[in-house]
Structures are given as structure tokens and as C-alpha cells.
């Protein structure tokens, strides 16, 4: 009964942790020369970050869909806080989509017109402003090779392809 009422007692004075996580897919397709993103996030983070980001409310609205700002936005956020060197200054980024599932939003991104490259270097530092704790797994596959790396306030870049 004490280890009961011991246990019980801290729950009580232990408070809630909020952990904050996202985790970024990266594939080369190499017919296409292009990267394909997909980056998982809690709804209610990202449109915090976003909305600090734009100093306006944002909303991704889960069953109307949202509006061309909040895209232009999401958009705009990702080229400042996600950021890939090595494969040219053509390339662009290009919304394709996004889905929802209950508390959590994937967003898919295209960069086409990728260069030839020998390195490329990942800057990653979304929902890293408005959450100094946040976590950002970023998974990559190029050439058929699997790595996974950590990013986080005090790690924010990494080489994630190397010819060498």
C-alpha cells in the first residue's frame, strides 16, 4: 500500500512532459532528378510554428481544407527551415500535398530539377524556434543507401549524401 500511495503521489507532483517530434522522409528519385519530402508533425505544433512564422493566425483546417495562404505559408516556412546545399540554386520547391490523420498532418513536398550532386547538406530546423525541445528525425535513402540522423536546437545540420 506505501508503493501505491508513493507512486501516486508522484504523478501528482510530476508534471506532463510534452514531448516534441517530427520525422522527415528524403527520397532521391532518380528518374525524375528530383527529392521527394514527406515530414510528419502534430497539427497544433506546426500551426503554432507557422503562425509565428507569418505573425498571423494559421489554420489547417482538417475538414474544409485551408486556403491558398496557408499553403503559400507552409510553403515559405519549409524553404527558411528546411534546407538542402549541394543541389543547385534551379531547384525548387513545389507543395504536392497533404493528409491528415486525427492530430497529425503529412506534408508532401517535391524539389525538382535537381543537379547533379556529390554532397548534400540538411538544415533542419522546423517547429526548433517555437519549441527549443523539439526533435526532428530525418530519415534519407538515395542511391538504394539508408541512413537516419537527430537533429535538435543544438544539431541543426547534417551531410546527408556524400559521393565519397
Known amino acids: 500500500m506505501k508503493l501505491f500511495f508513493k507512486i501516486f503521489i ?3 507532483f510530476t508534471p506532463l512532459h510534452k514531448y516534441y517530434l517530427s520525422t522527415t522522409e528524403i527520397f532521391y528519385n532518380e528518374n525524375k532528378k528530383s527529392i ?3 515530414s510528419n508533425f502534430h497539427i497544433d505544433d506546426l500551426q503554432k510554428s ?6 498571423s493566425s494559421v489554420s489547417l483546417d482538417i475538414e ?3 486556403s491558398k495562404d496557408e499553403k503559400r505559408i507552409l510553403i515559405n516556412y519549409f524553404k527558411n527551415h528546411f534546407i538542402l546545399n549541394g543541389i543547385g540554386n534551379d531547384s525548387e520547391f513545389e507543395f504536392v500535398g497533404w493528409e491528415f490523420d486525427n492530430q497529425f498532418i503529412k506534408i508532401y513536398i517535391a524539389i525538382n530539377k535537381v543537379n547533379d550532386f556529390n554532397f548534400i547538406s540538411c538544415t533542419n530546423t522546423l517547429l526548433i524556434e517555437e519549441f527549443p525541445e523539439q526533435k526532428n ?3 534519407v535513402n538515395f542511391f538504394k543507401k539508408k541512413s537516419s540522423y537527430l537533429l535538435d536546437y543544438n544539431k541543426r545540420k547534417v551531410i546527408i549524401f556524400s559521393s565519397n
Not at 507557422?50 to 505573425?55: K, T
Request: glycine fraction near 6%; hydrophobic fraction near 50%; proline fraction near 0%.
Open 10 to 12: 508522484f504523478f501528482i
Open 36 to 38: 521527394e519530402i514527406i
Open 50 to 55: 507557422l503562425s509565428s512564422f507569418s505573425n
Open 64 to 66: 474544409n481544407g485551408s
Open 137 to 139: 528525425i530525418v530519415n
